[in-house]
């Protein structure tokens, strides 16, 4: 897939950089017709292709949304965009979120173009796979959108240009019927990993990423049998090395991941590099002295959480790239370890403890591979919310989980007020979600509304 993309790169540059860099609605630009150009199955097939390009601007900057935000990371910068994200003072007019706002949209957009031309592909099974590809992507990014900046416009289909101010917020509840409509539908049509190219969505993918949606809808029975499946699917074992999973591509523990190529300016990433000692690391996402604290010292993985001579360093994306600036790590949105630990979060049912075995092997898997120690399964094990929290946060540190995970486990106002005091900052409830970004409100004549507090 990755060879097509680069052929594609051209076309997505043409078709669809507007979309990106202003208004989140605008059509494509003038002198390029979508109408003249999605005319046959294998052009609406590279608009498919281009989904996944979109998603690869997503992650880019996505860690200080969620990881900065959280007691996981922080900036070396003392002003800015970026201390505002630590401090949990974000104003309007950041713009780290104004462009993972805008990058959400641009793959939503790139979606709603391929479900508006699946008419021109005559193979059902054909159109039926482009369908569930786009839903399932629309769905990823009205997840993260939804959860960073609550109620948001929720856009099915391409917008004319009468139409692009006339959109306000839907409420949380219709975005997230909306999500689960889409993921249900990739679930059922999408196919198993062998069935398509590595790097594109499958049935495994969408049926993770709905259990999660269903986790934080507090809908735990809907989830547990989507995760009882996926760990019963051969299609995915954990890693015997923790290292591996994220130095191993496509390795079976991966459910799915947005891919990136080395010193590839078309098709590389940067997010390594803020992660990073290497070469001249800007610093822009570095371990806190809280998480390291939190990281018992016999843990086999702490060697790729951070570097203990040089605890800036996450381990996880050391980059192999001539060009520090254009890395090709790959960024792991779903994966097999976190879903052992939904597992057992659905089977706690947001309950303070429990003793089921199940939840215990789960749990157990997860400490054998760092090295810990384990729970009994004799029936005297108990496994808590605390205990799975807390393993959460170092299994899938710098993975953009923590933010969300507090806010699921409901712990979210306890832990970061306590961080923040700690820290130096203050704390209020309504930092929970994000602004929506004053250009967004500026260009949109009345339709978007603020979230409170800001």
Not at 127 to 138: C, D, L, P, V
Not at 234 to 260: G, L, P, W
Not at 294 to 322: C, F, H, M, Q, W
Request: aromatic residues 10%.
């Amino acid at each position: 897939m990755k060879n097509l993309r680069k052929i594609l790169f051209l076309l997505s540059a043409i078709v669809f950089t507007t979309a990106c860099e202003n208004q989140l609605y605008l059509t494509p630009i003038s002198g390029v017709s979508t109408t003249a150009y999605f005319t046959t199955p294998d052009q609406v097939k590279t608009g498919v292709i281009n989904i996944y390009n979109g998603l690869q601007a997503v992650p880019l900057r996505e860690f200080a949304m969620t990881e900065m935000r959280s007691d996981n990371t922080k900036t070396n910068l003392s002003e800015g965009d970026y201390a505002q994200l630590q401090n949990l003072a974000v104003q309007p007019t950041n713009s780290v979120i104004t462009l993972y706002y805008s990058a959400c949209y641009n793959v939503i957009f790139r979606c709603n173009l391929v479900l508006q031309y699946l008419n021109v592909v005559t193979v059902a099974a054909d159109r039926t796979q482009y369908e569930a590809e786009a839903r399932f992507s629309r769905g990823l990014s009205y997840f993260n959108l939804v959860r960073a900046f609550g109620g948001i416009p929720l856009i099915d289909k391409v917008l004319t240009p009468s139409e692009t101010y006339t959109y306000g917020r839907a409420t949380e509840t219709d975005i997230y019927n909306f999500i689960i409509a889409d993921l249900t539908f990739a679930k059922d049509n999408l196919t198993a990993r062998a069935g398509v190219e590595e790097g594109r969505a499958t049935l495994g993918a969408a049926s993770a990423l709905l259990a999660k949606v269903y986790l934080t809808n507090g809908r735990y029975t809907d989830a547990k049998p989507l995760l009882d499946g996926l760990i019963a699917n051969t299609d995915y074992a954990m890693m015997a090395k923790y290292h591996d999973v994220f130095y191993t591509k496509r390795n079976k523990e991966i459910i799915f991941s947005i891919e990136y190529i080395n010193d590839n300016p078309a098709e590389s990433e940067d997010f390594s590099l803020e992660m990073t000692s290497k070469g001249v690391a800007r610093g822009l996402n570095y371990p806190t002295n809280d998480f390291r604290a939190a990281v018992t010292p016999a843990d086999l993985r702490i060697a790729d959480l951070y570097n203990a001579k040089s605890p800036a360093e996450v381990g996880k994306y050391i980059s192999s790239s001539v060009n520090a600036t254009y890395g090709g790590n790959d960024w792991i949105v779903l994966r097999l370890a976190d879903v052992l630990l939904m597992q057992a979060e659905a089977i706690l049912a947001g309950n303070n403890a429990t003793n089921d075995l199940t939840a215990i092997a789960a749990y157990n898997l997860i400490r054998n591979r760092a090295g810990l120690s384990q729970l009994p399964t004799d029936g005297t094990g108990t496994l808590t919310k605390q205990m799975l929290s807390d393993e959460r946060r170092v299994e899938l540190s710098f993975e953009d989980h923590r933010f969300y995970d507090l806010i699921r486990f409901g712990m979210a106002e306890t832990v970061l007020s306590a961080f923040a005091t700690a820290s130096g900052f203050t704390f209020t409830p309504t930092a929970l979600l994000l602004p929506i970004p004053q250009r967004e409100i500026n260009t949109s004549f009345g339709a978007l509304a603020q979230n409170p507090g800001y």
